[in-house]
């Protein structure tokens, strides 16, 4: 996140409005609700997860155990239980 300085970006009005509720602090302007992302999609690793789990679920269908791939994925056989009866 990039800190930007009020004065340069908004309308005097309106940084006299704000200065009556906050003076030498930091505001957090969250992004609106119809443009945010979720986790992991502006980076690709999401995806990368959802191949990732696919791949687990297909080598237990051929046959490899939940330790093996356990082991495999360096995950917990927990996490790997997890992934494989994920519906």
């Known amino acids: 996140m990039k800190y930007l300085n009020a004065q340069t970006i908004l309308p005097d ?8 509720y906050v003076q030498g602090g930091y505001i957090y302007i969250p992004v609106k609700q119809e443009q945010q992302k979720r986790w992991g999609e502006v980076s690709g690793y999401r995806q990368e997860l959802e191949q990732r789990n696919l791949q687990i679920k297909k080598e237990y269908q051929n046959g490899s155990s939940i330790e ?20």
């Open 68 to 87: 093996c791939l356990s082991k495999k994925y360096d995950l917990s056989v927990y996490a790997v239980r997890k992934i494989i009866y994920k519906k």
């Open 13 to 20: 009005a309106l940084v006299k409005e704000l200065q009556t």
